[in-house]
């Protein structure tokens, strides 16, 4: 970075964050990157409990107030009941982005390889790169393989035999049984708003003689 440490913190240089903007436009962060100025935000957040809280407080008091309610009359046991009427939204535009404009976010630059393994896709790339794998199906569990490529595939108890697939992600579970491309598997989330807001009867097994 081209500007002086604000500090140092156990021997850790850190720098005054201008601005934490969460996921911004291609344009925006070519503009961004262009300064010479811009970190990725690895999404490794460190605070104290009294920091965290007096933020959560002043910029999304409609989130943490009525935890707070249920907390101090004790009746913990109906958090999960107020849970799902509070704003969803993720702790960088709650917290992370109104703060930063107050100065209150600092950085530790690192350079180290990192992934947030959001897919299927990029779980399986992480996988095959630590494994023994190769360009075949990494994966786990009950599973046999002849002759896939580029493919991920978590089975559990239950065989699952997978051949000649190429660039396929293969997800057994008790409830359910993925099986999509790769390069599509970040919208498995699409599948999973549409099952929460339609949600599928459970299914009915025949013993038949």
């Known amino acids: 970075m081209a500007r002086p440490p604000a500090r140092v913190v156990d021997g850790h240089d850190t720098y ?28 490794i957040f460190v605070w104290t409990r009294a920091a965290i809280r007096d933020r959560l407080s002043r910029h999304a008091p409609e989130i943490v107030g009525p935890i707070r309610a ?9 958090l999960g009941l107020v849970y799902p009427s509070l704003r969803s939204t993720s702790i960088d535009y ?23 393994l959001g897919s299927w896709a990029a779980l ?23 002759g896939s490529s580029g493919s991920l595939v978590l089975a559990g108890d239950r065989l699952v035999v ?10 057994d579970t008790p409830d359910a049984l993925l099986i999509c491309s790769a390069d599509r ?10 099952m929460a807001r339609s949600p599928q009867p459970a299914p009915t097994r025949e013993n038949k003689p």
């Open 70 to 78: 249920i907390c101090s009359s004790g009746a913990t046991e109906d």
């Open 124 to 146: 399986r790339d992480v996988w095959q790169a630590a494994s023994l794998a190769g360009s075949g199906a990494a994966g786990t569990g009950n599973r046999r393989d002849l």
């Open 185 to 194: 598997s970040q919208e498995v989330r699409v599948i999973a708003e549409e």
């Open 162 to 171: 997978t051949i000649g697939l190429t660039g396929t992600i293969v997800v």
């Open 94 to 116: 709650a917290v992370m982005e109104p703060a930063s404009l107050e100065g209150a976010v600092e950085v530790v630059p690192i350079d180290v390889g990192w992934s947030d």
């Open 16 to 43: 005054a964050v201008d601005r934490f903007v969460e996921k911004p436009s291609e344009d925006r962060a070519i503009e961004l990157i262009a300064t010479g100025l811009a970190s990725w935000n690895a999404g």
